[in-house]
């Protein structure tokens, strides 16, 4: 599986970004997918997850009621609707995608198999 992750940007605090991640490859709708993020000095950290079906969601505690993840697996997309914005998002986020047993959604970052090459989010205050 092979990832492209779009839709960074420059936005003020409180607005919102769509962020799109096409995969290439037959099997897409096999795997868990993911969004990470990873702040300047900062370790990657786990944004938010959907299993195979979309049945399952994960978010983050820091961007749960805000971020939205969705995927469109006869488009081979998954996106992430970020809004209300803030300076601490400020981030490259990066897709990801996983093969997990019985399609158990993860938010370890080792679970995660391949991974696209990040796109740039940054939130003025």
């Known amino acids: 599986v092979q990832l492209q992750a779009s839709g960074g940007g420059l936005v003020q605090a409180g607005g919102s970004l769509r962020l799109s991640c096409a995969a290439s490859?037959?099997?897409?709708?096999?795997?868990?997918m993911g969004w990470f993020r990873q702040a300047p000095g900062k370790e990657r950290e786990f944004v938010a997850a959907?299993?195979?079906?979309?049945?399952?969601?994960y978010y983050s505690d820091s961007v749960k009621g805000r971020f939205t993840i969705s995927r469109d697996n006869a488009k081979n997309m998954v996106y992430l609707q970020m809004n209300s914005l803030k300076p601490e998002d400020t981030a490259v986020y990066y897709c990801?995608?996983?093969?997990?047993?019985?399609?158990?959604?993860?938010?370890?970052?080792?679970?995660?198999?391949?991974w696209g090459q990040g796109t740039q989010v940054t939130v003025s205050s």
């Open positions: 990801a995608a996983g093969y997990t047993a019985l399609g158990v959604v993860t938010t370890t970052l080792s679970d995660y198999d391949y």
């Open positions: 490859g037959r099997t897409f709708n096999s795997y868990t």
């Open positions: 959907i299993s195979w079906s979309g049945g399952t969601i």
